[in-house]
T-cell receptor, first 112, second 112 residues
Framework: RKEVEQDPGPFNVPEGATVAFNCTYS??????FFWYRQDCRKEPKLLMS???SGNEDGRFTAQLNRASQYISLLIRDSKLSDSATYLC?????????????FGTGTRLKVLA | NAGVTQTPKFRVLKTGQSMTLLCAQD?????MYWYRQDPGMGLRLIHY???????AKGEVPDGYNVSRLKKQNFLLGLESAAPSQTSVYFC???????????FGPGTRLTVT
């Protein structure tokens, strides 16, 4: 089982749609969680950190479910500019320290 | 603030040549990282540093060396480049291991 798993997509959605991505992680002792956005041939950019109580930033909502070991990202009212790859990142224990584990990303295409 | 910068942006090497990639950050972060990203794979950690003068191996360290002589700089060296090292290299920094990482724009390296 991969340490962090994402559905690679692509998710093709029309403008204005609501889309949700999930990301599962293997280690229940993971301590912090993030969603990044990566545009083609660019660096990952932090979209939002994911907190236990859930958090929202405009059209974006992130949730953490520790019992089922997954995080989610909900995008409402999708824009063409939301087309990108969304990376899930989990900070989990490893050899006495912590390491960031990246998912392979979920591709989103928002269609006009 | 420039955030995280990387030089060069592009480079083509012949097999056996050496080169150094430079990463600089102006956020006073203690932690710095070097990753490589290959198609279909998540970002993989090459080496990282938890402070000035320290370095540690990541997931895929073979064929690379690093140095962190100054807090703001993290250098990645390839002693004898191989075609398998063709990749996009990203540098990142963070305040601590539990916090979000900030990425540089990447270096596209091709080894022929």
């Amino acid at each position: 089982r991969k340490e962090v798993e994402q559905d690679p997509g692509p998710f093709n959605v029309p403008e204005g749609a609501t889309v949700a991505f999930n990301c599962t992680y293997s280690n229940s002792a993971s301590q912090s969680f993030f969603w990044y956005r990566q545009d083609c041939r660019k660096e990952p950019k932090l979209l939002m950190s994911v907190y236990s109580s859930g958090n929202e930033d405009g059209r974006f909502t992130a949730q953490l479910n520790r019992a089922s070991q997954y995080i989610s990202l909900l995008i409402r009212d999708s824009k063409l500019s939301d087309s990108a790859t969304y990376l899930c990142v989990v900070n989990m224990p490893s050899s006495g320290t912590y390491k960031y584990i990246f998912g392979t990303g979920t591709r989103l295409k928002v269609l006009a | 603030n420039a955030g995280v910068t990387q030089t060069p942006k592009f480079r083509v090497l012949k097999t056996g040549q050496s080169m150094t990639l430079l990463c600089a950050q102006d956020m006073n972060h203690e932690y710095m990282y070097w990753y490589r990203q290959d198609p279909g794979m998540g970002l993989r950690l090459i080496h990282y540093s938890v402070g000035e003068g320290t370095t540690a191996k990541g997931e895929v360290p073979d064929g690379y060396n690093v140095s962190r002589l100054k807090k703001q700089n993290f250098l990645l060296g390839l002693e004898s480049a191989a075609p398998s090292q063709t990749s996009v290299y990203f540098c990142a920094s963070s305040y601590s291991l539990a916090y979000e990482q900030y990425f540089g724009p990447g270096t596209r390296l091709t080894v022929t």
